[in-house]
């Protein structure tokens, strides 16, 4: 085990040497038991250099897609609130025509729906428009966008269809994303220190994102669209640390509860992990992604029951659900700028864990 976790560290030493990220937390788990948890190199570098700790707070970015957007979905599900089924112009009324009208709750989840993939709202709108006429605007804005495809007829990776789920969630229950779960996730599963919108006392403890012009981005989303909208959005916004995202993860893994909180039934868990979708190297579950021979954004993810999601800033998580083995490896990689690459160090360090299901296997 001291050679696995030395192999992890050299992983992530070596990708801060090759300046693609400035550090990273990694924590690796299975049931109640902590495999290995590092932490390398630093969480800033401008305007101060910063060491990263093993509490730092990390903008997941499109880790908010499965850690508070589907599971919450999936929640309204079970008490009837939501159905997969529904059409999405069932709740968003603007959302018909030009094929547009068999599009459904898990065509979304599944990134099946027909919707594009991505629009920068917060170019195209840009700052003339008051905040609070934002998210109207950006809901219609989406709502009239052409169809990329019939929905379920392909998949193609959509943050605007997740815009869409949290504005569906809100029109079904009545409450906000953050609130809800905050509420029926994150507090039943002691996630302290995950929230959307960090307040001013865990600012200090966050990796720093992208250096703006005007500015370093810290506790502050770095998706444009999310950041566009106050900060809250089905598609991006959430933070947390390695430790708190181990209970979330902990929980899949023993199908929806841990230590006596139920999350989710162990059904749901199993629908929502079902195969949805396919598309060349791609498929898709509900929210989540399962893996195919050299997908990028599953490496080392060693069994076809494997699920995981990447987020843009540079953080990944994935469960092998045969072993119940899960890894979750957060940098701020964008700090570095956008061209950082983060996959060699993902591939390396999924390799690095994959080999040690194997071993556990014989």
């Given at each position: 085990?001291?050679h ?18 400035p ?8 049931g ?35 850690v508070?957007?589907?599971t ?6 079970e ?18 025509g ?27 709108l ?94 502050v989303?770095?998706d ?33 509860e ?7 039934r ?14 060349g ?14 997908d ?6 060693p ?60």
């Amino acid at each position: 085990m001291v050679h696995f976790r030395d192999s992890i560290e050299d992983a992530i030493e070596q990708a801060i040497a090759d300046g693609q990220i400035p550090g990273a937390v990694c924590l690796i788990g299975r049931g109640d038991e902590t495999l290995c948890h590092v932490t390398v190199g630093d969480r800033a570098v401008e305007p101060e250099r910063l060491p990263m700790e093993s509490h730092t707070i990390f903008d997941l970015a499109s880790l908010t897609k499965v850690v508070a957007t589907t599971t919450v979905v999936m929640q309204l599900v079970e008490r009837r609130v939501l159905s997969l089924e529904d059409t999405v112009r069932g709740w968003l009324p603007g959302f018909t025509g030009d094929g547009r009208d068999g599009a459904t709750v898990r065509h979304l989840l599944a990134h099946s729906s027909g919707v594009p993939g991505h629009v920068n709202y917060m170019q195209r709108l840009g700052a003339g428009i008051a905040a609070s006429e934002r998210r109207e605007r950006v809901l219609s804005e989406i709502c009239a966008l052409p169809p990329a495809y019939t929905p379920g007829s392909d998949v193609i990776y959509s943050c605007l269809g997740f815009i869409l789920l949290h504005a569906i969630i809100e029109a079904a229950s009545g409450r906000s994303l953050d609130t809800l779960a905050a509420e029926s996730v994150f507090k039943p599963l002691q996630m302290r220190d995950t929230c959307f919108r960090p307040q001013a006392e865990m600012i200090s403890r966050c990796a720093a994102t992208e250096q703006l012009p005007e500015q370093t981005l810290l506790g502050v989303v770095h998706d444009e669209n999310a950041r566009y909208l106050g900060g809250v959005s089905g598609n991006a916004g959430l933070f947390s640390t390695a430790g708190d995202l181990s209970r979330f993860m902990r929980m899949l893994a023993s199908g929806g509860e841990l230590e006596r909180a139920r999350i989710l039934r162990q059904e749901s868990v199993e629908e929502m992990f079902d195969e949805q979708a396919a598309s060349g190297n791609i498929r898709r579950c509900l929210g989540w992604r399962l893996p195919v021979t050299d997908d990028l954004h599953m490496h080392g993810a060693p069994t076809a029951e494997s699920i995981g999601h990447t987020g843009y800033t540079g953080t990944c998580v994935w469960l092998d659900r045969a072993s119940g083995v899960y890894l979750i490896l957060l940098t701020n990689r964008v700090h570095l700028g956008r061209s950082a690459e983060i996959d060699p160090v993902r591939r390396r360090v999924g390799e690095i864990v994959a080999s040690l299901i194997a071993e556990m296997r014989r």
